[in-house]
């Protein structure tokens, strides 16, 4: 996991965007954030679009998750892994380079761009595989055998965004559908296992200074069944796309992981956002599975917009209070949640909640309900942008490198 260095304060200011992993990742993230979401916005109340080029939908889902999503993993990855294997981090020129890389993928899927299409997909494509290299390298140098997971995450994430450029270059008509599927999927795995080790840790951590000395009670198999449960989700969800049967996994997953967050004392960390941030993303992946079963397995409508539960309600926060936390403790700054980021928090999830039940209310309108969620979404990823910009690109506050 990732480790919080002891904090200080004051230090001389000096650029230090490119000093460590992730410093431009989580710079990026929040900017490609409200990017993402008010293209997607501006053209579900205008309806213009480019004729030539990948259907609205398809683009925002591609850009939330291979832009908003992957770039926050990249800052996590880059900053956890040399932690865990006791390498220095990732900095200067080769630092640039890898970030250019994720940029230059965004860059050839502006809309109405012009790009020739398998350019676009060869430019784009190139990120995932180059960073699984380079943390690749260090893991295996390191034996950090716990953690080979994650290349093979890596591996399949390209996989999903290589079926979504093959359906837009025409030899996979349906390959939008299942990048989807096993994208979504497989960052819901990613919160099941680094969720899992995170946020009961932080919890337990920061609860001491509030004078709590508390224990962990998993129940029995509770923590092999967690990302179980997610895996074989995974799997249904590829083989038997809105099944019946997926939507009962789902109600077990469900099941499985609130039990899981029991066990955490979530209750007792209302006192630091830091905290309870953590708690409200893992709320939402339950919600976002639950009503995933609801739609599936009861045709409840209710359900029916499960995956903005999970992608702007579970991903988001999650992305937020891992980004929000990690920034401060690895720029050497004491670990209190700015009172920017307890907004960013709140309207993440009300503008999830509007973009999920929203719809089940009678009156609701398409065009401008998306809008006003899209609003409050993307307002949460400029006060977070406000905070925390200068954090991320000034130098540490303890004077040491990184």
Excluded at 133 to 147: C, D, E, H, P, T
Excluded at 245 to 269: C, D, I, N, P
Excluded at 303 to 324: K, N
Aim: charged share 15%; net charge positive; with cysteine.
């Amino acid at each position: 996991m990732i480790q919080i260095d002891e904090p200080s304060d004051v230090a001389p200011r000096r650029l230090a965007l490119f000093a460590y992993g992730f410093r431009p990742f989580f710079l990026a993230a929040g900017v490609q954030a409200i990017y993402g979401v008010l293209v997607m916005a501006g053209q579900a109340w205008h309806g213009d679009w480019p004729g030539d080029f990948v259907l609205p939908a398809a683009w925002h889902f591609h850009e939330m998750m291979f832009g908003f999503v992957v770039a926050a993993i990249a800052g996590f990855l880059l900053t956890a892994v040399p932690n865990w294997t006791g390498e220095r981090g990732h900095a200067g020129k080769p630092l640039v380079l890898l970030f250019g890389l994720w940029f230059a993928g965004r860059l050839v899927l502006v809309p109405g761009i012009g790009i020739a299409p398998w350019l676009a997909a060869l430019v784009d494509l190139a990120f995932l595989p180059t960073l699984a290299v380079v943390i690749g390298r260090s893991l295996f140098r390191a034996k950090a055998y716990r953690n080979f997971p994650i290349l093979a995450v890596l591996g399949l994430l390209t996989l999903a965004n290589l079926a979504f450029h093959l359906d837009r270059l025409g030899p996979w008509p349906e390959g939008v559908d299942f990048a989807k599927r096993l994208g979504v999927d497989l960052v819901l795995f990613l919160v099941a296992m680094i969720g899992g080790r995170i946020v009961p840790a932080f919890t337990i951590n920061g609860l001491r200074r509030f004078g709590f000395n508390l224990a962990l009670k998993p129940l029995p198999g509770i923590e092999i069944a967690a990302p179980a449960s997610i895996a074989l989700l995974l799997i249904l969800d590829l083989a038997l796309p809105e099944s019946r049967a997926a939507g009962w996994v789902a109600a077990l997953a469900a099941l499985v992981h609130a039990l899981r967050l029991a066990g955490w004392h979530g209750e007792k960390s209302l006192k630091d956002p830091l905290i309870w941030v953590l708690h409200l993303g893992y709320l939402w992946l339950i919600v976002g599975l639950a009503l995933k079963a609801l739609w599936l397995a009861g045709d409840v409508e209710f359900g029916r917009h499960w995956l903005h539960a999970l992608t702007a309600g579970c991903f988001a926060t999650m992305i937020l209070a891992v980004m929000t936390r990690a920034s401060l403790g690895h720029t050497g700054r004491r670990l209190i949640a700015p009172p920017l980021a307890v907004v960013a928090y709140a309207l993440t999830s009300v503008g999830a909640a509007l973009r999920v039940f929203g719809p089940s209310i009678e009156g609701w309108s398409q065009g401008p309900g998306i809008a006003g969620a899209a609003a409050l979404w993307a307002g949460a990823m400029l006060a977070y942008l406000i905070a925390y910009a200068p954090i991320l690109a000034e130098r540490r506050a303890d004077g040491r490198p990184g």
